[in-house]
């Protein structure tokens, strides 16, 4: 079976003239949503960057998708966790996308999450070249205007990982 971040990228990449917004929404609510959720184990940090960053370009809102949108998204969250306990973000391109991808899905992520991956990906950037340093610094932007707009979460470690850079 395809691993299911390659059919949200291609479905987000269609052009309207080719399938209008509204079916290729209710295309990633039926099949989509599910399939991803039985596979997230099998993504990889770039794959859960690209099926996050798909829900974005989608406006699929995973707080409203039920039954399924907030419990995949409580998967997403553990498998980012996971990979990031096995080192995943150091590579560069990786830990970009994903902040990119988490910008992008507009998703409410939980407060510890988003410092777990600030203290994972601070101590990394120092030998990045300086194109990615700036490139995590705009999403790490983009990824502050949302969590100060969701929930109340406090975006200072955001923040400060914008003006680090």
């Not at 929930?151 to 990982?161: F, V, Y």
Request: aromatic letters at 8%.
């Amino acid at each position: 079976m395809r691993p299911p971040h390659q059919a949200w990228t291609k479905l987000a990449r269609l052009p309207d003239s080719e399938a209008p917004a509204a079916e290729r929404l209710a295309f990633a609510r039926k099949p989509l949503l599910g399939k991803t959720l039985a596979m997230v184990d099998e993504l990889d940090l770039r794959g859960v960057s690209n099926v996050l960053w798909a829900m974005g370009t989608l406006r699929l809102d995973l707080t409203k998708e039920e039954p399924l949108g907030s419990y995949l998204a409580d998967q997403l969250e553990g498998r980012i966790r996971q990979l990031v306990a096995g080192g995943a973000l150091e590579v560069q391109l990786d830990a970009t996308q994903l902040w990119f991808g988490l910008a992008f899905s507009k998703y409410p992520w939980s407060r510890g999450l988003v410092v777990e991956l600030l203290e994972g990906t601070l101590p990394n950037m120092g030998t990045w070249n300086d194109f990615a340093v700036a490139d995590v610094s705009c999403k790490a932007k983009a990824r502050m205007y949302c969590t100060t707009h969701m929930r109340g979460h406090s975006a200072g470690h955001l923040l400060a990982m914008a003006v680090w850079c």
